[in-house]
C-alpha cells in the first residue's frame, strides 16, 4: 500500500502499527475499553457459527438478529484456520487501514486539495476512538468503511451525475443495513434525492436526443423499484425507530429512551420526553449530547475521561465544518452530505441513553466528519510534497 501510495506512507505506517499496538495490547496485556462485552460474544457467535454443518450454517445466515449477519461472515474464517481471535482483530485492523485510504480520497473528492485530504487521513490516523474501535472484533470499523465507499460515490454522482455512481451508493447501503439497521434510513434518503435528479436526468439526456434503450430500462426500473420499496417499508423495522408505522406515533422512540437510560453514564434525566412536545424540544440537546458527551459538569468517574477528551475533539472538527459552512463559500455537496447524515445522527441520538455507549455510535460517522471538516481546517504542512495518487483512479 505505502509503495502504491507513496504520499500517504508515513500515514499508513504510523496508523497500522498504533492499530497493531492496541490490538496486542488488548489481547495479550488488558482488555481495552468496549472491549469486554460486545467483542466478546461476537467473537463466541463467529466460533458458533463457524462449528455448524456445512447445510445448516448456510441457512443460518438469515438470523433473526441482522447484528448476528457480522459474525456469520467472520465465522468464515474460522472455519478455514480454525479459532483465534486475534486473527479477526487482524481482519478489523486490515479493514481501517483501508479506510485510511477512503478517507484522503473523500476528502480529495470534497475539497480538491491534496495537502487537505493528506491532512484528514493524518487525523483518522491517529484518532483515539477510530483506534479503538479498529483494534476490536466490532462491527465499527466495517460501518466506517461502507459508510465511506457509499459517500464516495455519493459525491462521484454528484459531479458527474452518472446513474451508475447513484447506484454503486445504494449498493453500499446494502451490507450497512446488514451491519446496523438503522443505518438504512440514510439509503432511503439518497434514494430520494437520487430519483428525483435521476428523472431530470432523463428529461435532459430526451432533450438532447442522447437517450438510448439504456435509459429507457433504468426509466422503466424505476418506478418498479419505488413501489417495491413502499410496500416494504411498513413491515421495516428499523432500530430505535421501529417500524416505519410506528415512527410518525413516536411510541417506539419514547420507548427507546427508556431503556437506555440506565448505567453509570447515564444521561441527565431531563433528556428523557415524557411527550411529543419534549420530543421535538429535545432534538438539539440530545444530538449535542450524541456528538460531544459527556461534558464537564457529566464527569462522575475517571473513565469518563476518555469520553470527555474524545468529545473535545469532535467539538474542534464540528467547530470547523460550521464556521466553513457559515463564513466561506457555500459548498452544495457539503449541504447534501448533511441531508443524509442529520436524519441518521437524530435517529441516533435517541437510541442511546448514556455516554458509553453515544461514543461507540458517533464514531461510525467520524471519518466522514473528518473528511467534511478538514476542507475548512487551515493547511498544516508537515513533510515535502511528494507525488501522490489519483483519487478518481
Known amino acids: 500500500m505505502t509503495i502504491r501510495w507513496p504520499l500517504l506512507k508515513n500515514i499508513i505506517w504510523t496508523g497500522t502499527l498504533l492499530r497493531i499496538l492496541a490490538a496486542l495490547i488488548h489481547f495479550f496485556i488488558f482488555q481495552l475499553p468496549d472491549g469486554k462485552i460486545d467483542a466478546v460474544k461476537f467473537e463466541n457467535y463467529a466460533w458458533s457459527f463457524s462449528q455448524m454443518p456445512f447445510n445448516e450454517y448456510i441457512h443460518s445466515f438469515k438470523t433473526n438478529t441482522l447484528a448476528l449477519t457480522f459474525t456469520w461472515v467472520l465465522s468464515i474464517i474460522y472455519r478455514i484456520f480454525g479459532r483465534s481471535p486475534l486473527l479477526l482483530q487482524c481482519v478489523s485492523i486490515f479493514i481501517g487501514v483501508i479506510c485510511i ?67 454503486m451508493t ?137 469520553g470527555f477528551v474524545d468529545g473535545l475533539l469532535y467539538l474542534f472538527l464540528f467547530y470547523w465544518i460550521l464556521k466553513g459552512m457559515f463564513v466561506k463559500k457555500h459548498n452544495q455537496i457539503i449541504s447534501t452530505l448533511f441531508i443524509i447524515l442529520i436524519p441518521l445522527l437524530i435517529a441516533y441520538s435517541w437510541g442511546v441513553g448514556n455516554f458509553g455507549t453515544a461514543l461507540r455510535h458517533r464514531v461510525k460517522f467520524l471519518p466522514v466528519f473528518i473528511a467534511i471538516s478538514t476542507i475548512y481546517v487551515p493547511k498544516i504542512t508537515l513533510t515535502k510534497k511528494i507525488k501522490g495518487f489519483e483519487p478518481y483512479e
Open 101 to 167: 485510504l477512503l478517507v484522503y480520497k473523500l476528502s480529495f473528492l470534497l475539497g480538491k486539495s491534496e495537502k487537505k485530504a493528506k491532512q484528514s487521513a493524518f487525523i483518522y490516523a491517529l484518532f483515539p476512538t477510530v483506534i479503538l474501535y479498529n483494534a476490536l472484533i466490532l462491527r465499527e470499523v466495517f460501518v466506517m468503511f461502507f459508510l465511506l465507499l457509499a459517500f464516495i460515490y455519493c459525491v462521484k454522482w454528484y459531479h458527474s451525475k452518472k446513474i451508475n455512481y447513484g447506484l
Open 170 to 306: 445504494l449498493v453500499c447501503f446494502i451490507p450497512l443495513y446488514y451491519l446496523h439497521s438503522a443505518l438504512v434510513l440514510g439509503g432511503l434518503i439518497f434514494f430520494l434525492i437520487f430519483f428525483k435528479e435521476s428523472i431530470v436526468f432523463f428529461k435532459n439526456r430526451y432533450k438532447l436526443n442522447k437517450f438510448n434503450i439504456i435509459h429507457a430500462i433504468l426509466l422503466i426500473l424505476t418506478p418498479v423499484i419505488s413501489i417495491y420499496f413502499i410496500s416494504v417499508l411498513p413491515g421495516l423495522k428499523i432500530p430505535y425507530l421501529g417500524k416505519f408505522d410506528d415512527i410518525f406515533t413516536f411510541s417506539r422512540i419514547l420507548f427507546q429512551t427508556k431503556v437506555t437510560n440506565f448505567g453509570g453514564s447515564v444521561y441527565p434525566d431531563w433528556l428523557s420526553p415524557d411527550s411529543l412536545t419534549d420530543f421535538f424540544l429535545l432534538i438539539i440537546p440530545r444530538l449535542l449530547y450524541l456528538l460531544f458527551s459527556p461534558f464537564i459538569w457529566d464527569l462522575r468517574a475517571i473513565n469518563h475521561l476518555l
